[in-house]
Nanobody, 115 residues
Framework: QVQLVESGGGLVQPGGSLRLSCAAS????????MGWYRQAPGKQRELVAT???????NYAESVKGRFTISRDNAKNTVYLEMNSLRPGDTAVYYC?????????WGQGTQVTVSS
C-alpha cells in the first residue's frame, strides 16, 4: 500500500520561501515519477512540478525559476523548494507518485502567501 505524507506548508509573506516535503511509504521508491500539484479554492488541481526516476524535471511555466523539485531516494522523500512566493501560489499542495498507469496522492498541505 502506498502512503504519501506531505509537510512543510504554512503562512508566508510575499517574497518568502517554503520547503515542502513528501515522505513516501513505497517499495521501490526510486522507480516512481514523483510530482507536486496544487489546487486553489474554486480552481482545478494543476501540475506544479515533476521529477522522473532518472532525475528529469518538469515545471509549470508559472513557477519556473522560483520552484525546485528534488528527490532523495535513500530517504523515500521528494521536496519542493519554493522561493519568491506570490499570493497566487496560495493553494493546497499535493504530492503524487506515479508508475505506469497508476498514481497515488497524499492528503495535501496548505500554503498561504499573504501579508
Amino acid at each position: 500500500q502506498v502512503q504519501l505524507v506531505e509537510s512543510g506548508g504554512g503562512l508566508v509573506q510575499p517574497g518568502g520561501s517554503l520547503r515542502l516535503s513528501c515522505a513516501a511509504s513505497i517499495s521501490g521508491f526510486s522507480i516512481y515519477t514523483m510530482g507536486w500539484y496544487r489546487q486553489a479554492p474554486g480552481k482545478q488541481r494543476e501540475l506544479v512540478a515533476t521529477i522522473t526516476n532518472s532525475g528529469r524535471t518538469n515545471y509549470a511555466e508559472s513557477v519556473k525559476g522560483r520552484f525546485t523539485i528534488s528527490r532523495d531516494n535513500a530517504k523515500n522523500t521528494v521536496y519542493l523548494e519554493m522561493n519568491s512566493l506570490r499570493p497566487g501560489d496560495t493553494a493546497v499542495y499535493y504530492c503524487n507518485a506515479g508508475y505506469g498507469s497508476s498514481g497515488w496522492w497524499g492528503q495535501g498541505t496548505q500554503v498561504t502567501v499573504s501579508s
